[in-house]
């Protein structure tokens, strides 16, 4: 599933360790045995993942509650 | 914490069992007792010095009894309404040593009921009108609040649908900042009263906790003395036509309906999306019991669970559930799962291997994560397309989104009687009964009677 979005992002982010510029990549993002892919900004080299703030803060927040109610 | 002892425990072989408290059956005085190990069994012992040896069983089969431990740091109540004087269970209300605060307090808002139910805790009859008045309804509000609360709302009885009132009482509730009720319900006047089940909702009722025994006709002639399943099912249908979530609430009885748990579960699927779980209650026995209950007539937690497995033909597994964070380990289970479009059950399991999970748990996360998963996923979820961010979450999004509308539930709680009281337990209770004194009193501890039907808290009928 393609992530508009981060389209716009693309291009305004460098990786903090290397400096290259992150571009969108399918990352797998697994949580307490289930996982899916998804697209994400990552960078090239070091293949590191940037989790936007709005991704982390909202859905990412919901499925972890939805894995570990109760 | 695998203990094996093949005797009775005495003071010469306490050391081979786990050592709690609990009362004598016969003059509820508080009495040592201990947890013995019988292979795969476990059972509560305890000698009164004046009426004898009890052993009472308390947990057969898989998962092990050691395996099922998880652990809690106290969440002693911030305003406790007594100080612990005569000791636990005397001092309740809640008093400063109870561990945790309440999940889900009932409110006993009549003692009428239209059904003579012969394993009834609440003594209720057809008795004349004994309705809660409603200054008394909003003196617990205001004392729950007092206490720390809001709490979630239990509606119970006696059979609360019998007041006409009832949408009034949750507008109350909702006035002083009460969030989630439910109505702990036979169900036979929302088979027949869709209007009055249309108040209820309209006045902010979220979910309908239906004593459901089964899907046979037999079932409920034994347990409830008539044969009421056609209300049962109409029950359930009006609250899909309305949109109102159900939790089906069977109490299992060995010998009666401990056969049906598959049926049970298959029904609650059938009806979906309206019925968003089910709540299963080992038989407890509260009231008078000259004799002791003979341990074939109880069925423990690890029974229902390897039962429902059996039963079910693989649609639900024993290593799905897990012990709660909100209560003590050894009063419940709970598995969570997403309905899949082929009917399959996807569980949504708790870590595993390599976390955090053997270690001591905030009780007081435990019960505020209990009560927020009860108002989230007890009610009903009409779809809707989620919109809490534009950007994509992958596969994920399907997930969030199924589970929304098709998250279902299985859990159960095994209430405590005079014979297998352990008090070490009753300390971790968090569901509470509001006592006409305005007390909020550990549902166990409300309930418990002696031989004699005396009960310790629950005033007389």
Same mark, same amino acid.
């Given at each position: ?11 305004q ?11 969108v990549?399918?990352?797998n ?9 998804v ?32 | ?20 408290a ?10 040592p ?8 069994e ?15 069983i ?8 050691p ?14 309404f ?91 509730g909702?006035?002083?900042g ?5 109505v ?7 088979a ?11 006045? #902010?009722?979220?979910? %309908?906790?239906?004593?459901?025994? *089964?899907?046979? !006709?037999?079932?409920?002639?034994? @347990?409830?003395?008539? =044969? ?5 099912i109409?029950a ?6 309305l949109?109102? #979530?159900?939790?089906? %609430?069977?109490?299992?009885?060995? *010998?009666?309906? !401990?056969?049906?748990?598959?049926? @049970?579960?298959?029904f =609650? ?5 309206a ?15 000259p004799q ?15 039962g ?22 050894y ?10 479009p082929?009917g399959?059950?996807?569980?949504l ?8 999970c ?31 961010s ?10 969030l989104?199924r ?17 297998n ?8 209770c ?8 305005g ?21 007389r009928?």
């Amino acid at each position: 599933m393609s992530n508009p979005s981060l389209e716009s992002l693309k291009g305004q982010w460098t990786c903090g360790k290397c400096g290259s510029l992150l571009e969108v990549a399918s990352v797998n993002v697994s949580y307490l045995g289930s996982g899916y892919p998804v697209d994400l900004l990552v960078c090239k080299n070091c293949k590191r993942p940037l989790v936007p703030a709005e991704l982390a803060l909202g859905k990412m927040l919901e499925v972890e509650k939805l894995m570990e109610d109760k | 914490m695998a203990l094996i002892s093949t005797a009775p425990a005495t003071k010469n072989n306490l050391q081979e069992a786990i050592p709690t408290a609990s009362v004598c059956p016969v003059c509820l005085k508080r009495i040592p007792a201990a947890r013995v190990f019988y292979a795969d069994e476990v059972y509560l012992e305890k000698t009164c010095p004046e009426h004898g040896f009890f052993k009472a069983i308390v947990w057969r089969g898989l998962p092990a009894y050691p395996s099922w431990m998880r652990e809690k740091i106290p969440n002693h109540p911030t305003q406790p309404f007594h100080q612990p004087e005569t000791g636990c269970p005397f001092d309740c209300g809640l008093c400063s040593a109870h561990r945790q605060e309440p999940c889900c307090v009932l409110l006993e808002v009549t003692q009428r009921c239209d059904l003579g139910c012969p394993i009834c805790f609440a003594s209720s009859s057809l008795a004349p009108s004994s309705d809660t008045d409603l200054s008394l309804v909003e003196l617990w509000y205001k004392r729950m609040l007092q206490a720390g609360g809001p709490y979630n709302i239990q509606l119970s009885g006696g059979e609360p649908c019998l007041r006409d009132d009832l949408p009034e009482i949750i507008r109350m509730g909702k006035a002083l900042g009460f969030d989630y009720f439910q109505v702990n319900t036979n169900g036979l006047r929302l088979a027949e009263d869709i209007d009055y089940l249309r108040q209820l909702k309209e006045a #902010g009722l979220d979910v %309908v906790y239906l004593q459901f025994d *089964g899907t046979d !006709d037999a079932i409920y002639q034994t @347990i409830r003395g008539r =044969a009421i399943l056609q209300q049962k099912i109409k029950a359930v249908q009006n609250c899909a036509e309305l949109q109102l #979530g159900v939790i089906l %609430v069977p109490t299992i009885v060995p *010998g009666v309906n !401990d056969h049906d748990l598959g049926g @049970i579960l298959r029904f =609650a699927l059938q009806h979906q999306p309206a019925v968003k779980g089910i709540h299963f209650q080992p038989v407890a026995y509260f009231g008078r019991y000259p004799q002791p209950p003979r341990n074939e007539d109880r069925i423990t937690l690890p029974e229902l669970l390897s039962g429902m497995e059996s039963q079910t033909e693989g649609l639900v597994h024993l290593e799905d559930f897990h012990p709660k964070g909100s209560e003590n380990s050894y009063c419940s289970f709970t598995a969570n799962y997403i309905i899949q479009p082929d009917g399959s059950l996807k569980p949504l399991r708790e870590p595993e291997a390599g976390c955090d999970c053997h270690k001591p748990e905030s009780a007081k996360e435990g019960v505020k994560r209990s009560r927020a998963f009860v108002a989230k996923h007890w009610t009903y979820q009409a779809p809707k397309t989620i919109s809490s961010s534009n950007l994509s979450l992958g596969g994920w999004d399907e997930v969030l989104e199924r589970a929304r509308t098709h998250h279902f539930s299985i859990s159960g709680m095994a209430f405590q009687d005079a014979w297998n009281l352990d008090l070490e337990l009753l300390q971790d209770c968090c569901i509470a009964v509001a006592a006409p004194n305005g007390d909020l009193v550990p549902f166990c501890a409300y309930n418990l009677t002696n031989t004699h039907g005396q009960a310790l808290y629950r005033p007389r009928p």
